[in-house]
Protein backbone atom coordinates (compact mmCIF):
# COMPACT_ATOMS: atom_id res chain seq x y z
CA UNK A 1 0.00 0.00 0.00
CA UNK A 2 0.88 3.36 -0.96
CA UNK A 3 1.54 6.36 1.49
CA UNK A 4 0.35 9.80 1.32
CA UNK A 5 3.64 11.05 0.33
CA UNK A 6 3.38 9.02 -3.13
CA UNK A 7 0.45 11.13 -3.92
CA UNK A 8 1.74 14.83 -5.66
CA UNK A 9 -1.69 16.31 -5.03
CA UNK A 10 -1.72 15.44 -1.41
CA UNK A 11 1.76 17.10 -1.18
CA UNK A 12 0.89 20.08 -2.99
CA UNK A 13 -1.74 20.50 -0.49
CA UNK A 14 0.32 19.60 2.60
CA UNK A 15 3.30 22.45 0.84
CA UNK A 16 0.04 24.82 0.89
CA UNK A 17 -0.72 24.14 4.30
CA UNK A 18 2.63 24.89 5.55
CA UNK A 19 3.43 28.24 3.30
CA UNK A 20 -0.05 29.49 3.93
CA UNK A 21 0.81 28.74 8.23
CA UNK A 22 4.38 30.37 7.63
CA UNK A 23 3.25 33.64 5.19
CA UNK A 24 0.40 33.93 7.80
CA UNK A 25 2.94 33.84 10.59
CA UNK A 26 4.94 36.27 8.84
CA UNK A 27 2.19 38.62 8.06
CA UNK A 28 0.71 38.76 11.64
CA UNK A 29 1.87 41.71 12.88
CA UNK A 30 0.35 43.41 9.87
CA UNK A 31 -2.90 42.57 10.56
CA UNK A 32 -3.08 40.71 7.41
CA UNK A 33 -3.12 37.26 6.40
CA UNK A 34 -2.65 35.67 2.99
CA UNK A 35 -5.21 36.46 1.49
CA UNK A 36 -5.28 39.78 1.48
CA UNK A 37 -1.28 39.29 0.06
CA UNK A 38 -2.35 37.87 -2.33
CA UNK A 39 -5.24 40.04 -3.50
CA UNK A 40 -2.70 43.41 -3.29
CA UNK A 41 -0.16 41.32 -5.43
CA UNK A 42 -3.00 40.86 -8.07
CA UNK A 43 -3.82 44.19 -7.90
CA UNK A 44 -0.33 45.42 -8.49
CA UNK A 45 -0.02 43.91 -12.05
CA UNK A 46 -3.75 45.60 -13.41
CA UNK A 47 -4.85 48.88 -13.63
CA UNK A 48 -7.63 47.95 -11.18
CA UNK A 49 -10.12 44.76 -11.24
CA UNK A 50 -13.92 44.14 -10.25
CA UNK A 51 -14.78 41.78 -7.44
CA UNK A 52 -16.24 39.45 -9.74
CA UNK A 53 -12.32 39.46 -11.90
CA UNK A 54 -10.72 39.16 -8.34
CA UNK A 55 -12.81 36.38 -7.72
CA UNK A 56 -12.28 34.68 -10.54
CA UNK A 57 -8.53 35.11 -10.67
CA UNK A 58 -7.77 34.58 -7.07
CA UNK A 59 -10.30 31.42 -6.43
CA UNK A 60 -12.30 32.68 -3.69
CA UNK A 61 -15.56 32.89 -3.17
CA UNK A 62 -17.19 36.50 -4.03
CA UNK A 63 -18.39 37.09 -0.27
CA UNK A 64 -14.46 36.32 0.86
CA UNK A 65 -13.58 38.82 -2.03
CA UNK A 66 -15.97 41.52 -0.58
CA UNK A 67 -14.56 40.88 3.42
CA UNK A 68 -11.18 40.81 1.84
CA UNK A 69 -11.47 44.50 0.08
CA UNK A 70 -13.23 46.06 2.73
CA UNK A 71 -10.51 45.23 5.09
CA UNK A 72 -7.92 46.72 2.58
CA UNK A 73 -9.91 49.64 2.09
CA UNK A 74 -10.31 50.53 5.67
CA UNK A 75 -6.38 50.22 6.60
CA UNK A 76 -6.32 52.63 3.24
CA UNK A 77 -4.57 50.06 1.18
CA UNK A 78 -6.95 50.03 -2.03
CA UNK A 79 -9.96 51.66 -2.87
CA UNK A 80 -12.88 51.26 -4.51
CA UNK A 81 -13.40 53.27 -7.89
CA UNK A 82 -16.12 53.78 -10.60
CA UNK A 83 -15.35 51.90 -13.28
CA UNK A 84 -14.46 53.28 -16.70
CA UNK A 85 -17.70 53.25 -18.75
CA UNK A 86 -20.13 51.59 -16.16
CA UNK A 87 -20.98 53.84 -13.50
CA UNK A 88 -22.97 51.39 -11.74
CA UNK A 89 -19.76 48.94 -11.22
CA UNK A 90 -16.58 49.72 -9.22
CA UNK A 91 -13.22 49.08 -9.34
CA UNK A 92 -10.48 47.70 -7.20
CA UNK A 93 -7.60 49.53 -7.23
CA UNK A 94 -4.60 49.46 -5.64
CA UNK A 95 -2.86 53.07 -4.12
CA UNK A 96 0.34 54.23 -2.99
CA UNK A 97 0.11 52.72 0.52
CA UNK A 98 -0.82 49.47 -0.88
CA UNK A 99 2.58 49.76 -3.51
CA UNK A 100 4.54 50.87 -0.49
CA UNK A 101 3.11 47.98 1.64
CA UNK A 102 4.17 45.69 -1.10
CA UNK A 103 7.46 47.02 -1.23
CA UNK A 104 7.90 46.72 2.78
CA UNK A 105 7.04 43.09 2.82
CA UNK A 106 9.14 41.70 -0.22
CA UNK A 107 11.79 41.04 2.00
CA UNK A 108 9.03 38.84 4.65
CA UNK A 109 7.89 37.26 1.19
CA UNK A 110 11.42 36.26 0.58
CA UNK A 111 12.00 34.89 3.61
CA UNK A 112 9.27 32.97 3.86
CA UNK A 113 9.92 31.19 0.27
CA UNK A 114 13.43 30.56 1.31
CA UNK A 115 12.75 29.25 4.64
CA UNK A 116 9.90 26.65 2.59
CA UNK A 117 12.28 25.87 0.21
CA UNK A 118 15.41 25.66 2.05
CA UNK A 119 16.19 21.91 0.93
CA UNK A 120 16.34 22.77 -2.88
CA UNK A 121 19.25 24.66 -4.51
CA UNK A 122 18.77 27.98 -6.62
CA UNK A 123 18.52 25.64 -9.75
CA UNK A 124 15.90 23.38 -7.79
CA UNK A 125 13.75 25.91 -6.85
CA UNK A 126 13.61 27.61 -10.60
CA UNK A 127 12.34 24.39 -11.97
CA UNK A 128 10.00 23.95 -9.41
CA UNK A 129 8.58 27.45 -10.12
CA UNK A 130 8.07 26.77 -14.08
CA UNK A 131 6.31 23.29 -12.73
CA UNK A 132 3.94 25.36 -10.27
CA UNK A 133 3.22 28.29 -13.17
CA UNK A 134 2.39 25.56 -15.65
CA UNK A 135 0.12 23.77 -13.24
CA UNK A 136 -1.48 26.74 -11.19
CA UNK A 137 -2.50 28.37 -14.81
CA UNK A 138 -2.47 25.43 -17.69
CA UNK A 139 -4.70 27.97 -19.97
CA UNK A 140 -2.45 30.76 -20.27
CA UNK A 141 0.02 30.51 -23.24
CA UNK A 142 3.46 28.26 -22.60
CA UNK A 143 2.10 27.90 -18.57
CA UNK A 144 2.47 31.53 -17.61
Known sequence: ???LHSDSG???YRLG???GQLFNAALQESGLRLRHYALLRYLATVEGALQ???????????SA???LVDDLERLGLVERRPAPGDRRSRVVVLVDAGRAF????????RRV??????????DERAVLHGLLQRVAEPEAPGGA
Open 17 to 19: LRS
Open 52 to 62: RELSTRLGYDP
Open 65 to 67: IVG
Open 113 to 122: TDDLLHPLTE
Open 1 to 3: MLG
Open 102 to 109: LRDTDRTS
Open 10 to 12: YLL
